[in-house]
């Protein structure tokens, strides 16, 4: 167990809907980092928060978007869903943003769009 | 720019047989790297880090890895393969720039065969 948790663990929804993936990061964490991972992309990068600031960006595209709470925990909105969005989506933590930190997986997000 | 390069998208082996797994990296500074495994429907766990505290380091479940700068590789490795170690291992690089973000390899596939 990593200690980051991400809410729901499986999500099927339409095309053209709207959906909210929730991180908790490990206790104390300030950095909250966002993956894709698809068959065809790979791991890809979207996006970082830290301590509730935007930090850096990815191949995030304009129909997604994140935020970090004052608790530090992090949700990422995907919109106007297409069947290309359909992968697993990761969350991330790491105790700070620096060079070479140790950067701890939750399970991640399933998400199906049909 | 930074970049992690695995190749063999599948690797086999038999039970008992040795593990190689190849990474080589491209970076501008001392690298800071790492081996993740994904586990069937699971997420991303970290198997070991380097952090140039030694050029060979050990990991998790039998795992080991070690740094050559010479050939910018980062190779895993295992003596003897289980059934169970049958997942998908990432290679990353942690970035240079200010989000300090996992830059992750393609990924390889490990086949263990009864």
């Known amino acids: 167990d990593s200690g980051v948790t991400q809410t729901p663990k499986h999500l099927i929804t339409a095309t053209g809907q709207r959906v909210t993936l929730r991180c908790s990061p490990r206790?104390?964490?300030?950095?909250v980092y966002w993956y894709q991972q698809s068959l065809d992309q790979g791991l890809q990068f979207l996006i970082q928060y830290y301590n509730g600031e935007e930090r850096a960006k990815g191949n995030i595209l304009e129909r997604f978007s994140a935020q970090q709470f004052p608790d530090l925990h992090s949700e990422l909105n995907l919109s106007s869903l297409e069947l290309g969005d359909s992968a697993l989506y990761f969350c991330a933590s790491s105790a700070h943003a620096a060079y070479g930190n140790t950067i701890y997986f939750g399970e991640g997000s399933w998400l199906t769009v049909v | 720019a930074q970049s992690v390069t695995q190749l063999g998208s599948h690797v086999s082996v038999s039970e008992g047989a040795l593990v190689l797994l190849r990474c080589n990296y491209s970076s501008s500074v001392p690298p800071y790297l790492f081996w993740y495994v994904q586990y069937p429907n699971q997420g991303l766990q970290l198997l070991l880090k380097?952090?140039?505290?030694?050029?060979l380091v050990k990991g998790i479940n039998g795992f080991e890895a070690e740094f050559k700068k010479s050939e910018t590789s980062f190779h895993l490795t295992k003596p003897s393969a289980h059934m169970s170690d049958a997942a998908e291992y990432f290679c990353a690089v942690s970035a240079e720039d200010s989000s300090y973000k996992l830059i992750f390899g393609s990924g390889t596939r490990l086949l263990v065969r009864p």
């Open positions: 206790s104390g964490d300030l950095s």
């Open positions: 380097y952090t140039s505290a030694a050029t």
